[in-house]
């Protein structure tokens, strides 16, 4: 779900979705509630209970990825500098919230579903497992009465003795209501005339009108901060973190800790700070920027931004230059967000902090080389005609590496068409919406080893609107806890690939791996290849539907998906409801199919439903697909909903080796081939056990 206005349609659709099933008999979800958190089942597991003194742990630090034991993820997602370790495997003295996967809670949006709660004077203390000097902490606080946020300390100790206070702030976290969302509580329905699950009703067309709980819908709790320690401690030191009485409670998710190198520095290029950037950033330093890019350019010559906070307000525009910093720890390029006199040509009522490319309309940039520094936004809203994005405009033949980006709307947005474009190692954290977005025309593209945390729509996308993108890699990422949409999601396009991704934790209307036609974008052609992905805690609850999702999902929405798609290698691992879904709409489920696809070599570990879900017409064949921990009938199979005597519109083809299965028998059986309806779309959700080593 990229950053576009057009959920209006798609709420329609919901409606007319959901009139039409009602009328075809196909079981209701239980009765409405106005609590939006009760509205669906979820998958739990038992709590762990508010201990009355410090809990303790192993002597060994529990060291995680996404979550997980790293030993599941062997060679998949991001490589980082950074050990990550979860608070609830750590020693504390608040209480554990989670596991939960329902959305608008805390624990649901915390990764692996679980984190500790402190009151003041509480604390969390973890176990350094190596060498480190910084850290960065995962927390959430409560926002103000009104919205807008609250700021409060929290104390850092090492080793028993005070090293340093942070300074929390929930001004970034905390949407509300429905899409594109507000900061604002107390506010009552964006959209009274759409149809919401709360009621099962429009609201606007209900009579008496249902009372609707407020906040409606809050999301996006969790912030980051991140702090260096001024030295270097040793594995097997303490790092205790204590609330403070600036905030009723304080969660705290996580701790990432590393041995940050000492600043990049290059005496022989263009140094900002000798064309007049305040290093303190008191003063506005865009100016300078543009004159040390002339001067560079001339000169031919890097640009050099050494350590210190910049500020920066607007668009730096970037051309055949090199732009590098002392390293993202170090060089801080930050920025207000600053209301425009008028709106520009594309709709932007905002300008912010970014560096981009000139538009290709204009013929684009290239050679464009960023690395080594942070670009730090002030985003809190999502307005989605903003160009408040950290990168945009179009980069040929250019380079994006080692960037720390946070708090813009999207971190890097390009609109092409454009070409050869690389972006690796960067970490990009807490956006109002997407990570990253090729729109329209990439090709040639890679984007590799980049951690992205807690976006507010798709983490990684290709959205080919009004033209393909073609011939792009996602390669080796990370994505967690988006807290909208999907981690990483295809829309069209040709001969693109997703591959080794670690995928972990989304909320809600999404999942882990989505292929969509939808959103207007150019069809799939050519081919399409996933493969070596693993994907955690996916497969999602659809809030509209009322139905649960695969892990990976495929939606027929605006036209028949018919490329040659080939799934292979992929872990799905604890997939709340499905792991695999074929899916279309209702007013399209006579017009559109999917078929072809090809699931291969596949590991499913855990599942609260089935392995396969379809619903739609179409076929998909299935070879040394492994499944265990299934927790229904290893195919819900409803093809087009029509109940033809002769069987599904949809067919299952085995090709042989597909073991395992769950409470029901082999997921695989001979009686559900080819076309078997075998038709439950809410089947009671049987938590799996946590995954283990295949």
């Known amino acids: 779900m990229s950053v576009n206005a057009r959920w209006p349609a798609l709420a329609t659709a919901f409606v007319v979705g959901l009139a039409l099933i009602a009328a075809a008999g196909i079981p209701a979800s239980a009765a ?8 669906f089942p979820v998958v739990t597991r038992a709590a762990t209970a508010s201990p009355t003194a410090p809990r303790t742990t192993a002597a060994a630090p529990v060291v995680t990825r996404a979550g997980l034991d790293p030993a599941l993820v062997t060679g998949r997602g991001a490589t980082v500098d950074f050990a990550e370790q979860e608070a609830e495997n750590a020693t504390f003295t608040g209480s554990v919230i989670g596991p939960d996967r329902a959305a608008y809670t805390l624990a649901g949006e915390a990764s692996g579903r679980t984190a500790v709660k402190l009151t003041p004077g509480q604390y969390v203390e973890f176990v350094l497992p190596k060498a480190a000097n910084a850290i960065t902490v995962r927390y959430s606080i409560p926002d103000a009465p009104t919205g807008g946020g609250i700021t409060a300390p929290l104390a850092v100790a090492v080793n028993g003795k005070r090293a340093a206070t942070m300074t929390l702030t929930s001004q970034y976290a905390y949407l509300y209501n429905q899409y594109p969302f507000t900061n604002d509580p107390t506010a009552d329905l964006l959209h009274p005339d759409w149809w919401i699950t709360e009621c099962g009703c429009v609201p606007s067309a209900t009579i008496p009108a249902p009372g609707i709980d407020k906040p409606f819908r809050p999301m996006h709790f969790y912030d980051e901060q991140r702090l260096l320690l001024g030295r ?9 973190l204590t609330a403070s009485a600036g905030a009723a409670w304080t969660v705290i998710d996580l ?4 041995l940050v190198g000492r600043p990049h520095v290059d005496p022989v290029a263009a140094n900002v700070v000798l064309f007049g950037a305040d290093p303190t950033g008191r003063r506005d330093a865009a100016a300078a920027f543009d004159k040390a890019i002339a001067f560079a350019k001339r000169a031919r010559l890097k640009v050099y931004v050494p350590p210190g906070t910049y500020q920066v307000n607007r668009h730096i525009i970037v051309d ?6 002392a390293g993202s720890w170090y060089t801080i390029i930050k920025g207000r967000q600053v209301a425009l006199p008028a709106p520009a040509p594309d709709g932007s009522v905002h300008t912010g902090v970014g560096f981009y490319g000139r538009d290709a309309a204009d013929g684009g940039s290239r050679n464009v080389h960023l690395k080594g520094f942070a670009i730090e936004g002030d985003v809190r809203e999502r307005i989605d005609t903003d160009q408040v994005n950290g990168v945009g405009g ?3 033949d250019s380079s994006i590496d080692g960037l720390l980006i946070r708090h813009t709307k999207v971190g890097l947005w390009f609109d092409g068409p454009m070409r050869n474009l690389r972006i690796t190692n960067n970490v990009i954290v807490d956006q109002i919406a997407d990570a990253l977005n090729f729109h329209t025309g990439v090709t040639n593209s ?3 080893g980049n951690f992205v945390r807690n976006t507010g729509d798709d983490g990684l996308a290709m959205w080919s609107e009004k033209a393909a993108n073609t011939g792009n890699t996602f390669d080796h990422n990370t994505v967690q806890t988006p807290t909208l949409a999907n981690g990483i999601a295809i829309y069209g396009g040709t001969d693109n690939t997703v591959s080794n991704n670690l995928i972990a934790d989304p909320i809600r209307e999404g999942s882990g791996i989505h292929v969509g036609s ?3 974008a150019e069809p799939f052609a050519g081919a399409l290849t996933i493969k070596n992905n693993t994907v955690v805690r996916a497969g999602t609850f659809e809030l509209n539907w009322k139905i649960g999702l695969g892990a990976i999902w495929f939606y027929a929405l605006d036209r028949s998906i018919d490329a040659r798609i080939r799934v292979t290698g992929d872990h799905y691992l604890d997939s709340t409801y499905n792991a695999i879904m074929l899916v279309s709409d209702w007013g399209v489920k006579d017009l559109y199919t999917i078929t072809g696809v090809g699931f291969q070599d596949i590991r499913v570990d855990g599942t609260g439903t089935s392995v396969v879900s379809a619903r739609v017409a179409g076929s998909a064949s299935f070879a040394n697909v492994d499944a265990r921990n299934v927790g229904a009938v290893g195919i819900n199979n409803c093809g087009s909903f029509n109940f033809k005597p002769t069987g599904s519109e949809f067919t299952v083809t085995d090709l042989g080796g597909n073991d395992g299965g769950g409470t029901t028998g082999p997921w695989l059986a001979p009686w559900e081939l080819p076309n078997t309806i075998t038709c439950d779309d809410r089947p009671p959700v049987v938590a799996p056990p946590a995954p283990t080593t295949w």
């Open 255 to 258: 701790l990432d800790s590393q």
């Open 446 to 448: 890679v984007v590799r």
């Open 232 to 240: 270097s401690y040793r594995a097997g030191d303490r790092i205790r």
């Open 32 to 39: 409405a509630t106005t609590r939006a958190a009760a509205a």
């Open 518 to 520: 939808r959103f207007g």
């Open 320 to 325: 055949d230059v090199t732009i590098e910093g």
């Open 394 to 396: 179009a980069l040929s």
